[in-house]
């Protein structure tokens, strides 16, 4: 392989000190071509150290000989070593064919923008689930959770290191930060959304580069994970309380990946992997992704997180928010945690009742202290006449109908008191607390066609809005959030997905700094804000995953995730199945293991952990060629090499099988194996919750331990009953070990899916 020499100076400048202070001049059009970002493979099995000098020489020799040196530095974006073998550079495709020709060429794909999976609607309210608070105070001590995201306010007080130890001295990473913003609670700080902002910027943002968070979303995410604890934080007066992250005494290592302006760049996800790996973190958190389906080898999540986990680092996502439909979920490949969304038990409620006796509950976050609750008002519907408005109260529609915020501004203009709203009908019986610039109640789509026809049906209609603030205990919780995205996995159908579902509707954690000059906003000093997605769930169990690092430091990532998995709730605080948006039971493509259970999940009795090597196996199973395997192992590897582990024998904390529909007297056996991570003896017994149309064997039925470490296996033999008797496509039902001793519950969920060829 060549290898060009001059180039070496101003390239490990690239390779080492991030590269602000070029000027670029990037042309935009190179012969009649555009330029695009792309992430180009390298053959990893090429004799070079990726952290030597002659890997960025090597890297840069791909790029056209035609550049000089300082050209050349200008198209080449990012350099990676740790996450893959390549880098993101700016090239034609003429540029990229040729390119092809070069020894050591594996793949390239365009750069892409991946989505910050909060929900679609923007600015949803919300509070923290005391269920999920924190074991401990310094739960998570020692432990280091990278978060990659749109950076955060560093001087906000969740980020205090009050208390806070020394990062351990495994910790090798850096803190771009003015001096002195990063502390022993914030222990790194690296911008790569900068170097994809100078090359694309437009006229709309000038090019106005920020370090800190521009969007609020990677604060809340951060604080959500390890923030300290801050009193008297709430919003608008509402959910107030003592605002603690799920592992208070963990560290944060900040990698600033997405922008308001620019998303986030599979780029700068790389490279904010890549410094993640090569820092030491021990669990990543990723609250973004894009859609169901992906190819792993050309999604730069799944390829960052397959050798993040080969290094022992825990990979938490989120799992979309393209709910309630099936086939959904994203962030699917099986050695990632995918992480859904529920509701808590808070709601900040505000009734409305109307002229004829009929009440209904709704939610709202301003609820001000000067509102007469007792007076009726007249109420109008959708198609009020604007010059009468004044003192009234407005039905503003629901649905795709619903006023937007300039609309309820323009309402509060012209004189209205007060306005009410359906949601989505998709949206089922969950709504969220908004903040809303007058006396306000969103209800459910229903009830909004309720008020719909309560107006219809009188000349005078009234109503009258009462404000009940924040209340506890409400039924049912968790249930599943409408948006959160399901399975099944559209990208590897074998493996149930999501994993795990956690609190991510009416979030309340830190925030940027705002205004808000009304006197209710004078209750917190600090900034905190409401926000739901899958975005605010990913979080909750990266914070939990740093709780269990923290007390079991030699449990690999698969044994960590499959303590979480086989120790979750599938019943509600009701004691009732957690049901879906439509208060109905959701399956397990909804729930996927159910919803996290911390306190468990540090006990779980028996782990089904997965040797690295069993995942690329499974690649292979996938029909994945050579070529990919290599892009998404980083590693100099051939299927040929490996055993072959069929999907269904992976052992994953699930089980899935496919069986023929018409089919008789089908049989498919399933493999698993348990690890024992109880001290002392122990019997686990068998206990099995049948999908249905099988009838289904396990072999044996009792599993007995005598130390840690201990490994048993176990066979699981579906066979279809003749006749079926049912015309569903999939059936569900759990397999759980059971020690009564130890009061321990391990349970995994059996998904079959019936075939109709
Ligand atoms: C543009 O194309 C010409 C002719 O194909 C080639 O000689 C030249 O090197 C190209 N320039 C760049 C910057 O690629
Ligand atoms: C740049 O961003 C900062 C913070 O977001 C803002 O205060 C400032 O006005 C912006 N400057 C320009 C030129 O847009
Ligand atoms: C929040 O709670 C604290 C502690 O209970 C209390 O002192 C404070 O007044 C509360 N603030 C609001 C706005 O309710
Ligand atoms: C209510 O009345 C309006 C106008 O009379 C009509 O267009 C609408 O369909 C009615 N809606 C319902 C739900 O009855
Ligand atoms: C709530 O909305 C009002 C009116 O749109 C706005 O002035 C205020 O800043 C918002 N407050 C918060 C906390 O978002
Ligand atoms: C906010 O800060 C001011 C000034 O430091 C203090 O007087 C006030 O009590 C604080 N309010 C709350 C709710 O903590
Ligand atoms: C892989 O290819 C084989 C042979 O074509 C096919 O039978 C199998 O279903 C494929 N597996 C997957 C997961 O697509
Ligand atoms: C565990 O069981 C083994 C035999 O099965 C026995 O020898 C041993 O004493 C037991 N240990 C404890 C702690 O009960
Ligand atoms: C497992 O332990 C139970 C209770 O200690 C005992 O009755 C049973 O025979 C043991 N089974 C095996 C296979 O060792």
């Known amino acids: 392989m060549e290898i060009k020499q001059n180039t070496s100076i101003v390239l490990f400048f690239i390779f080492c000190v991030f590269t602000s202070q070029l000027s670029y001049s990037d042309p935009g059009v190179v012969n009649g071509s555009q330029l695009r970002t792309y992430i180009v493979h390298l053959d990893p099995s090429t004799n070079i150290d990726y952290s030597d000098l002659e890997y960025g020489r090597w890297c840069m020799s791909f790029l056209p000989t035609t550049l000089d040196s300082t050209a050349a530095t200008e198209r080449m974006v990012h350099i990676y070593g740790d996450v893959i073998h390549g880098f993101a550079a700016r090239l034609t495709e003429e540029e990229i064919a040729d390119m092809e020709k070069k020894e050591g060429f594996i793949s390239a794909y365009p750069d892409k923008t991946l989505q910050l999976h909060t929900t679609h609607t923007p600015k949803f309210l919300g509070l923290m689930n005391a269920d999920a608070g924190p074991l401990m105070v310094d739960g998570g001590k020692g432990v280091i959770v990278g978060v990659l995201d749109t950076g955060v306010t560093p001087d906000h007080p969740s980020f205090s290191d009050d208390g806070m130890d020394s990062p351990p001295i495994t910790w090798k990473g850096s803190c771009d930060l003015p001096n002195g913003m990063c502390n022993k609670k914030l222990i790194g700080y690296r911008n790569f959304i900068e170097r994809y902002t100078k090359i694309h910027v437009t006229g709309d943002d000038d090019g106005n580069v920020t370090i800190f968070d521009d969007v609020g979303h990677g604060t809340h995410t951060a604080g959500t994970i390890a923030g300290a604890a801050v009193h008297n934080a709430n919003i608008l007066g509402e959910a107030n309380g003592t605002a603690m992250g799920m592992a208070p005494g963990a560290h944060l290592a900040i990698y600033r990946v997405c922008s308001q302006y620019y998303g986030c760049p599979s780029s700068s996800i790389l490279a904010g992997m890549n410094a993640a790996i090569k820092d030491g973190v021990d669990v990543m958190s990723l609250s973004l992704g894009s859609g169901p389906g992906e190819k792993y080898d050309m999604d730069s999540i799944a390829v960052g997180s397959f050798r993040a986990t080969q290094k022992g680092i825990f990979v938490s996502c989120s799992a979309g928010n393209e709910g309630p439909g099936y086939k959904t979920v994203a962030n699917e490949a099986p050695w990632i945690l995918t992480v859904g969304a529920s509701t808590t038990d808070r709601r900040i409620t505000s009734v409305v009742k109307l002229g004829n006796g009929q009440q209904f509950e709704g939610q709202t976050l301003y609820q001000p202290k000067n509102f007469d609750p007792e007076q009726m008002r007249p109420l109008v519907g959708s198609n009020y006449d604007v010059d009468d408005?004044?003192?009234?109260?407005?039905?503003?529609?629901?649905?795709?109908?619903?006023?937007?915020?300039?609309?309820?501004?323009?309402?509060?203009?012209?004189?209205?008191?007060?306005?009410?709203?359906?949601?989505?009908?998709?949206?089922?019986?969950?709504?969220?607390?908004?903040?809303?610039?007058?006396?306000?109640?969103?209800?459910?789509?229903?009830?909004?066609?309720?008020?719909?026809?309560?107006?219809?049906?009188?000349?005078?209609?009234?109503?009258?809005?009462?404000?009940?603030?924040?209340?506890?205990?409400?039924?049912?919780?968790?249930?599943?959030?409408?948006?959160?995205?399901?399975?099944?996995?559209?990208?590897?159908?074998?493996?149930?997905?999501?994993?795990?579902?956690?609190?991510?509707?009416?979030?309340?954690?830190?925030?940027?700094?705002?205004?808000?000059?009304?006197?209710?906003?004078?209750?917190?000093?600090?900034?905190?804000?409401?926000?739901?997605?899958?975005?605010?769930?990913?979080?909750?169990?990266?914070?939990?995953?740093?709780?269990?690092?923290?007390?079991?430091?030699?449990?690999?990532?698969?044994?960590?995730?499959?303590?979480?998995?086989?120790?979750?709730?599938?019943?509600?605080?009701?004691?009732?199945?957690?049901?879906?948006?439509?208060?109905?039971?959701?399956?397990?493509?909804?729930?996927?293991?159910?919803?996290?259970?911390?306190?468990?999940?540090?006990?779980?009795?028996?782990?089904?952990?997965?040797?690295?090597?069993?995942?690329?196996?499974?690649?292979?199973?996938?029909?994945?060629?050579?070529?990919?395997?290599?892009?998404?192992?980083?590693?100099?590897?051939?299927?040929?090499?490996?055993?072959?582990?069929?999907?269904?024998?992976?052992?994953?904390?699930?089980?899935?099988?496919?069986?023929?529909?018409?089919?008789?007297?089908?049989?498919?056996?399933?493999?698993?194996?348990?690890?024992?991570?109880?001290?002392?003896?122990?019997?686990?017994?068998?206990?099995?919750?049948?999908?249905?149309?099988?009838?289904?064997?396990?072999?044996?039925?009792?599993?007995?331990?005598?130390?840690?470490?201990?490994?048993?296996?176990?066979?699981?033999?579906?066979?279809?009953?003749?006749?079926?008797?049912?015309?569903?496509?999939?059936?569900?039902?759990?397999?759980?070990?059971?020690?009564?001793?130890?009061?321990?519950?391990?349970?995994?969920?059996?998904?079959?899916?019936?075939?109709?060829?």
């Open 389 to 757: 408005i004044v003192n009234k109260i407005v039905y503003c529609g629901s649905g795709i109908a619903l006023c937007q915020r300039e609309e309820i501004n323009y309402l509060v203009t012209n004189g209205a008191i007060g306005v009410i709203q359906g949601s989505y009908r998709e949206q089922g019986y969950q709504t969220f607390a908004r903040n809303h610039s007058l006396p306000s109640s969103d209800l459910t789509f229903n009830k909004g066609e309720e008020i719909i026809n309560y107006i219809n049906s009188t000349d005078n209609p009234t109503a009258k809005i009462l404000f009940k603030h924040t209340i506890f205990n409400a039924s049912p919780s968790p249930s599943m959030a409408f948006f959160s995205s399901r399975g099944p996995s559209v990208a590897n159908p074998g493996i149930m997905k999501p994993d795990i579902i956690g609190p991510g509707v009416d979030i309340l954690a830190s925030y940027l700094p705002f205004i808000d000059r009304r006197p209710e906003a004078e209750s917190s000093n600090h900034s905190f804000y409401i926000m739901s997605g899958t975005s605010m769930s990913c979080p909750h169990l990266s914070g939990i995953v740093a709780l269990i690092k923290s007390r079991h430091k030699d449990w690999s990532p698969f044994a960590i995730k499959s303590a979480i998995m086989t120790t979750a709730d599938i019943l509600d605080r009701d004691g009732k199945p957690i049901t879906n948006e439509m208060y109905v039971p959701a399956n397990q493509f909804a729930i996927g293991s159910g919803h996290v259970n911390a306190r468990k999940a540090m006990k779980p009795g028996l782990v089904y952990d997965v040797a690295s090597d069993d995942y690329i196996s499974f690649i292979c199973q996938m029909n994945y060629t050579d070529k990919q395997l290599m892009v998404i192992t980083g590693r100099n590897v051939k299927c040929s090499e490996f055993k072959k582990i069929s999907i269904k024998d992976v052992n994953y904390p699930s089980i899935s099988v496919e069986i023929p529909r018409n089919a008789h007297d089908y049989k498919v056996a399933v493999k698993r194996t348990v690890t024992n991570v109880n001290p002392g003896n122990s019997t686990y017994s068998l206990k099995l919750n049948l999908p249905k149309g099988v009838s289904v064997t396990v072999k044996p039925q009792l599993l007995n331990f005598s130390k840690i470490g201990q490994k048993k296996s176990f066979t699981v033999t579906f066979v279809k009953k003749k006749h079926l008797g049912t015309n569903s496509h999939y059936s569900h039902g759990y397999l759980s070990w059971i020690a009564n001793k130890l009061d321990t519950v391990v349970r995994i969920p059996m998904i079959v899916k019936y075939n109709d060829q």
